[in-house]
């Protein structure tokens, strides 16, 4: 695998149903990102990791909870979902978060909250 | 804080036609500047970027050059294909020196249809 994965690639869940997101980035970087991507929303940054910590947290509910257990992988967390949080989840990765770096984007997670 | 406004599509083009999509940023200091493209059912990926003013990014006959004075980074190609039909995002990641949090902020994304 090279890149950027997601795992699963379309999730169907019910509100009250508790299931992980999984990213895996295979390019050495530093940085980690999760976005939220909504028909006619713009791109919604969630949440940053540095190093497996956590810099920014975009003021996100916390029925989402991300964890970073080393540089190469990081999980969203879903329990008591709501339908508004049926989107697209992008998972990317960066060499930093500082400078000029550009990020590295996986294919997404098509969520759909019933 | 920062900023990034691009045009509001979709933007329809006939195959070879000339394609320009407006982005204008606002930020402090030199942040870098980024373009990057969605095909459908995948993620973005980068397309081109330009870290100082005046630099010009260019990949697969896309260019757009970075203008300090006008704070602008429009994309443009010369002769479009239908397999440029995509939706376009204009980023910048602020500079290191402009302090504060490195949050990098994306335009609203413009879509291009290309037909044959």
């Known amino acids: 695998e090279t890149g950027v994965t997601q795992t699963p690639r379309h999730l169907v869940m019910g509100m009250t149903n508790k299931k992980s997101l999984k990213c895996e980035q295979h390019?050495?970087?530093?940085?980690m990102y999760w976005y939220k991507q909504s028909a006619k929303k713009p791109l919604e940054l969630m949440f940053v990791?540095?190093?497996?910590?956590?810099?920014e947290n975009n003021s996100v509910p916390s029925r989402f909870s991300p964890e970073c257990p080393n540089s190469s992988h990081l999980f969203l967390h879903l329990h008591t979902l709501q339908p508004e949080d049926s989107a697209l989840y992008l998972c990317?990765?960066?060499?930093?978060?500082?400078?000029?770096?550009?990020?590295?984007f996986g294919p997404g997670t098509r969520l759909t909250v019933t | 804080g920062n900023s990034v406004t691009q045009m509001e599509g979709p933007v329809t083009l006939s195959e070879e036609a000339f394609l320009t999509i407006n982005c204008t940023y606002t930020a402090t200091g030199y942040p870098s500047l980024f373009w990057y493209v969605q095909y459908p059912g995948e993620g973005l990926q980068l397309l081109l970027k330009?870290?100082?003013?005046?630099d010009k990014g260019s990949n697969k006959g896309f260019e757009a050059t970075y203008r300090k004075e006008t704070t602008s980074f429009h994309l443009e190609k010369g002769s479009v294909q239908v397999s440029d039909s995509a939706v376009y995002f204009c980023?910048?990641?602020?500079?290191?020196?402009?302090?504060?949090?490195?949050?990098?902020?994306f335009g609203r994304g413009t879509s291009l249809i290309v037909h044959p």
């Open positions: 990317a990765s960066s060499q930093s978060r500082l400078g000029t770096y550009e990020q590295y």
């Open positions: 390019l050495g970087h530093n940085a």
């Open positions: 990791y540095s190093l497996e910590e956590r810099v």
């Open positions: 980023a910048l990641s602020p500079a290191a020196e402009s302090g504060g949090s490195y949050i990098p902020t």
């Open positions: 330009a870290t100082k003013a005046d």
